[in-house]
Every structure is written in C-alpha cells, then in structure tokens.
C-alpha cells in the first residue's frame, strides 16, 4: 500500500523536496538523484534536492548532482508539498533540513536500515535490502517507471557502494539481479567502480596509510581502532574529498578484527564513531549512544572527546559481552 500511496502523492504534488543525509556516501546520493531523474522522466516534475553537508567530490560524477542545493541555499521557511528522506535511518540524520520535513504538507521515509523507526507519514523501510537505491529499484519495478541510463547510474552507484562492491554479506541475489538490470541500461560498470574507488588523491592516500598506521588493537586483537583528530586532517589536505569513507573496513579486513571503529574529533567534546563487525551485532553498541544503522555496519555520535569516547565504546563492548 505504501508504494502506491507514494505514486498517489507525487501525482498530486506541486513541489518535492529530496533529502540525503548528513555527511553523504554513494547510497543516500545515488537514491536521491536515481530518485530525481525518476521523478522527471516518469512525472514531468522536477524536484529540489538538498544536500545538509558538502558533496565529496568522488560522486560529482553522478547525473544531476548539479542540480543538488546546499542547505544553506534554500528558503527554509518554505512549505513543500512533499518532502522525500532517502537513506535517512534517522530524523536528525537530515540535519538542518529537518525544519522543511517537519513543515511539510506530506513526507516520505524511503530507506534500509533496521533501525529506523518510520517517522515519516509514509514508511517504505526494507532492512532486508542491501540498500536504499535497491529499495528503489523495486518501487521502480512495481509501478511500472522507466529507468533511464542516467538513473541507472545513480541507483547502480547506490547499491555498489552499499555492498562494498559486492562484497559485503548484505548483498543477495536480488542485489545482483537488480544491479544487472541497471547494467543492462548501456552503463559501464568499470568506469563506475573507477570513479568511485581509483580516483583518490595522494593525499587521501596517505592519510589513510597515517590512520591504519596509528591503529590500535584490544581484547586479543579482536577489536581494532583508530582515532581521527582534526590535527590529522589539517596535516592533510582533502579538497572535499571524504577522507575516512572505506578506512573502518581496512581494520575489519585484518584477520584477527572481529569490531573495528573510527572515531573522528568534531569538536572539543563531541566525537563520531563509524563501527564495522564480521558476525558482532554492533548495531545494539551504537544505538547506546543514540546511533543506529544494521548489524554489521552503524554509527554513532557520542558526547565526549576522541580519547573518552574510545573508552566508552570499550566499555560497551565488554558490558554486552560482545567481543
């Protein structure tokens, strides 16, 4: 029912507002520019979208990213006839645009991750789906949208980079079915995987051989962590580019990790962790300090410094038992 309450209020919308979350990977901008370009090619209608953080410049690629607005670029006393959250597990992922959301005539949370609560009018929430740009392969599918090549590339980044290209044991055989389909749009998967992962900048290089270099190991080695200061990231400079994204599963891919994290410094007492486990339920960590996201893969902010941020992490760990 939800798919079709979907199609019946962009129908009837006049303005649409799409939404990424802060500090944006492949799958909340692939969905929402896959989602723009579904919208204008199947309703005539075009959307705003806004990005609340700056865009890495790896996905500048993607087919309308241009057309993507800065938060700080859009009239937030505004009413939208419908505001659309894509990969959004929680409603203060949304960061400034959360006003626009709640101000809305209608909303819509469009995502994958279990730990999302459905606090939109309409709910389209698949924890069994790889990722968010997957999930809109299926409403695609069951409403009959055309998918052109454009947002074939966009939903095909999605659910690339969702899965680790593949990798990862979220994906499945839908997963697979529903990427060749988008393949079967005239796209090159090649030029994508280079884009998204052998485009990096020396910097980028070398401040990640930095951080793994810096790692530190606990319980037998089974935990395995680095810590990000923003000293770290003035030593290096990054030109927009997302200088953490893929460094926690460097850590998990060291044989003896069972937990690895990365705790980056956003100020004097605020910190945030990116956390990634083989088997370890580490969703249930995270959402102790307010996190979220699945099983093998959440996030948290915590309210403390880099240093105590770490011990609290630990010490979760060892009260649960988990590691």
């Known amino acids: 029912m939800s798919i079709e309450q979907l199609d019946f209020s962009i129908k009837n919308s006049k303005n649409i507002l799409l939404v990424s979350h802060i500090n944006p990977d492949g799958d909340t901008l692939?969905?929402?520019c896959g989602f723009y370009s579904l919208i204008k090619d199947n309703y005539k209608k075009n959307c705003d979208m806004a990005a609340v953080s700056d865009i890495p410049v790896t996905y500048s690629f993607l087919p309308y990213i241009d057309k993507a607005k800065n938060?700080?670029?859009i009239d937030t006393s505004r009413e939208?006839?419908?505001v659309i959250n894509l990969d959004i597990a929680d409603i203060g992922r949304?960061?400034?645009?959360?006003i626009l959301f709640e101000k809305a005539k209608k909303t819509i949370n469009i995502d994958h991750h279990e730990t999302n609560i459905g606090y939109a009018?309409?709910?389209i929430i698949q924890p069994d789906a790889a990722a968010t740009a997957e999930v809109l392969v299926e409403i695609s599918e069951k409403l009959g949208l055309k998918i052109s090549k454009e947002t074939a590339t966009c939903l095909y980044v999605g659910i690339m980079t969702d899965t680790g290209c593949f990798r990862f044991s979220n994906?499945?055989?839908?997963?697979?079915?529903?990427?060749g389909k988008m393949i079967s749009s005239g796209l090159n998967p090649a030029e994508i995987y280079q884009k998204c992962y052998e485009s990096n900048s020396k910097n980028l290089v070398l401040f990640q051989s930095y951080c793994v270099n810096k790692a530190q190991f606990s319980n037998d080695d089974k935990i395995a962590y680095t810590i990000i200061y923003k000293k770290d990231f003035e030593k290096?400079?990054?030109d927009g580019e997302d200088f953490t994204e893929g460094l926690t599963e460097k850590l998990r891919a060291i044989k003896t990790t069972e937990i690895a994290f990365v705790v980056k410094e956003l100020s004097a007492n605020l910190s945030k962790v990116s956390m990634r486990s083989?088997?370890?339920n580490i969703a249930q960590i995270c959402s102790s300090f307010g996190g979220g996201g699945h099983k093998l893969a959440a996030g948290a902010v915590i309210k403390a410094n880099p240093d105590n941020a770490v011990k609290l992490i630990l010490e979760e760990i060892k009260s649960k038992n988990l590691c």
């Open 171 to 179: 994906t499945t055989q839908k997963t697979m079915e529903y990427a």
């Open 236 to 238: 290096f400079r990054n």
């Open 80 to 82: 939208y006839d419908l």
């Open 278 to 280: 083989r088997q370890v």
């Open 30 to 32: 692939g969905s929402m």
């Open 71 to 73: 938060i700080n670029d």
């Open 94 to 98: 949304c960061a400034d645009a959360k």
């Open 121 to 123: 009018d309409i709910n």
